[in-house]
C-alpha cells in the first residue's frame, strides 16, 4: 500500500512556484560542538513528530553526520531548520543547487529504504549530505557513488565528505542521464533533482529483482517523489509523495518550461512537458476574451486539491498546464499570500481551439464549489472537465496516496486496463491507477 502523501505534511510544491529558500553566508560553524548534537537530536524528534521519519537506521545517520560540515558559513539554526532548503549556488539568478529541507531528505531516505551493504547510486550530489548519511547507512560492507554535473560542486562535496571522515564516498563529476555504469547493478538508486522520465541508464543500472529507484518525477508539470521498485520488465511505485526539486541539467534537461503570454511577462504558463497544442498568439487572444462560467459540478477543499483532484486530471486529459499571473487569473491555488502569484489549471485542445480553467466559485473560501471558466467555443473542453470532476467524485475521490504508477520502457507496455490512465514521455510509459480506491474497479475507459 503506497505510503500517504497527505498525512506526511510535506508542503505542497510544483507546479507552484517555488517556496522561498532561504540563502545564508553568516559566519563558519564548528561541526563537533555539543550545540551541533543537540540540534541534530531535536531534529530528529521534529522529523519524528511530524511523520518524516520513522527507521531508527535513518534517525542513527542523521544523529550521526554533523549537517553544518556540509554548509559551512552557515548558522546552525538554519542548518537543522527542517522544512526548509537553502540554494548553494545560483546561476544568473537562477537556482541550480541546494540543500535539500531535512523533512525532504527524510522523507526520500525512508523511501528508498537503504541497508547495510547496500551499492547505491546518487544522482545529485550537491553539497554531498545525503551521500554522507547514505554512507553511514550503507556502512563498510556497502558503497555509495554520488555524481553532480558541476565540477566545484564535487570539489566542495569531496571536501566536506573528507571534512566529516567520510572519503569512502566516490564523488565524481558526470552526468547522471546516464548513471555510473562502472559499479552497476546498484541495490539503490536516488535522484535528488528532478526529471520527468527515467533515463534507460537507470533502469539498466538498477539491480533486478527489488531494486529500488526513488526520484522526484514530474508529470505535466506535477512533481511527486516516487520510490520505484524494479519488477521483471517494468518498475512499480510504492509510496508518492509532494516535493519540489530543481530540474535535472544536461542530457536529460527539461527545465521548467515557462511561456509568456505577453510582452509585460504578466501572463505565464507552466508545467509543459509536452507540445504546446496551439500558437501562442492563438493562446493569448482566447484568456484576452470574455469567459463563461460553468458550474464544476463538485465542491471541494485545497487539500483535495492538491492530494488528488489535480493528478487525477492531469493523468485523464492532455494538455493540463499551469496559468499564473496577476488579478485576471483565478486564484485556484491559493497562493498569493506566500508567492505573490494567483495560479490555476489551464486545459487546452488543439483541434477545437479552447481552453478551460478551473477556479472556486467563491475564492474569498477555504475551498468549495468548483467552477469551470471557457472564452466562447470552449464549451464541449468545459463539459470534459466536468465530467471529469464528477467522475473524480463519483469514485470516492481517489487520493494520490492509493495511486499506484507502472513505468515501462516504451513500446514494451501491455494494453491498459479498466481504470488505467497513461502518461507518455521519450523513454517511459507511466501507467496510472488508483488500486485502493473505487476507481480501478468501477472506472470504464473513456
Ligand atoms: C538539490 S541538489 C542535491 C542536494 C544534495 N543531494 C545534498 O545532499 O546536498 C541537486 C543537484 O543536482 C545536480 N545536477 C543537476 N543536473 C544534474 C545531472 N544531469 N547530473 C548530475 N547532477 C546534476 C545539481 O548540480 C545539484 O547540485
Redo the contacts with the bound molecule.
Keep these: 500500500m503506497p505510503i500517504s502523501s497527505p498525512a506526511s505534511g510535506h508542503r505542497l510544491r510544483p507546479p507552484y512556484p517555488p517556496a522561498t529558500i532561504r540563502y545564508s553566508s553568516r559566519p563558519v560553524m564548528d561541526g563537533t560542538h555539543d550545540e551541533s548534537r543537540l540540534q541534530r537530536r531535536a531534529l530528529v524528534e521534529t522529523l519524528k513528530r511530524d511523520g518524516h521519519l520513522r527507521s531508527p537506521r535513518v534517525a542513527e545517520a542523521l544523529l550521526t553526520v554533523p549537517r553544518e560540515l556540509?554548509l559551512p558559513g552557515v548558522p546552525l539554526d538554519d542548518v537543522y531548520c527542517s522544512s526548509e532548503a537553502i540554494v548553494t549556488?545560483r546561476v544568473d539568478g537562477v537556482s541550480?543547487?541546494?540543500?535539500?529541507a531535512p523533512e525532504v531528505?527524510a522523507l526520500m531516505l525512508e523511501q528508498l529504504e537503504p541497508r547495510p551493504g547496500d551499492r547505491v547510486l546518487?544522482?545529485?550530489?550537491?553539497?554531498?549530505?545525503?551521500?554522507a548519511l547514505l554512507a553511514h547507512i550503507v556502512g563498510e560492507r556497502g558503497h555509495v557513488v554520488t555524481?553532480?554535473?558541476?565540477e566545484d560542486?564535487v570539489t566542495s562535496a569531496r571536501d566536506h565528505l573528507h571534512a566529516a571522515g567520510l572519503d569512502q564516498v566516490q564523488v565524481v563529476q558526470?552526468?547522471?542521464?546516464l548513471g555510473y555504469p562502472d559499479l552497476h547493478a546498484y541495490d539503490r538508486i536516488i535522484l535528488?533533482?528532478a526529471a520527468n522520465d527515467i533515463a534507460p541508464a537507470w533502469r539498466q543500472q538498477l539491480a533486478r529483482p527489488h531494486g529500488r529507484l526513488v526520484m522526484p518525477l514530474g508529470l505535466r508539470g506535477l512533481q511527486r517523489c516516487v520510490a520505484f521498485v524494479a519488477e521483471r520488465d517494468f518498475l512499480v511505485s510504492r509510496s508518492l509523495r509532494n516535493c519540489s526539486?530543481?530540474p535535472?541539467?544536461?542530457?536529460?534537461s527539461i527545465g521548467w518550461p515557462r511561456v509568456a503570454l505577453d510582452a509585460e511577462g504578466a501572463l505565464v504558463l507552466s508545467g509543459a512537458d509536452e507540445p504546446m497544442p496551439m500558437p501562442l498568439d492563438v493562446i493569448g487572444a482566447l484568456l484576452s476574451g470574455r469567459f463563461r462560467v460553468l458550474p464544476g459540478g463538485i465542491a471541494a477543499s485545497p487539500e483535495e486539491l492538491r492530494d488528488g483532484l489535480h493528478l487525477w486530471l492531469v493523468a485523464h486529459q492532455p494538455h493540463v498546464y499551469t496559468l499564473w499571473g496577476g488579478p485576471k487569473v483565478p486564484d485556484l491555488f491559493r497562493l498569493p499570500e506566500r508567492t505573490g502569484a494567483r495560479g490555476t489549471l489551464c486545459i487546452m485542445n488543439g483541434a477545437q481551439s479552447s481552453l478551460a480553467l478551473l477556479a472556486w466559485t467563491d475564492e474569498s473560501a477555504r475551498g468549495g464549489d468548483l467552477c469551470v471558466l471557457t472564452p466562447g467555443g470552449g464549451e464541449s473542453l468545459a463539459a470534459r472537465v466536468q465530467h471529469l470532476l464528477r467522475e473524480w467524485d463519483g469514485l470516492g475521490r481517489p487520493i494520490d496516496a492509493q495511486a499506484e504508477i507502472r513505468a515501462y520502457s516504451r513500446g514494451n507496455s501491455p494494453a491498459l486496463a479498466v481504470g488505467e490512465a497513461t502518461v507518455d514521455q521519450r523513454w517511459t510509459r507511466f501507467v496510472l491507477s488508483w488500486p485502493g480506491s473505487a476507481a480501478t474497479s468501477s472506472r470504464q475507459q473513456p
Design positions: 556540509f549556488k541550480v543547487s541546494s540543500a535539500s531528505i546518487e544522482i545529485g550530489a550537491g553539497t554531498g549530505y545525503n551521500a555524481l553532480d554535473i558541476d560542486l558526470a552526468d547522471g542521464a535528488t533533482v526539486f530543481i535535472l541539467r544536461g542530457l536529460l
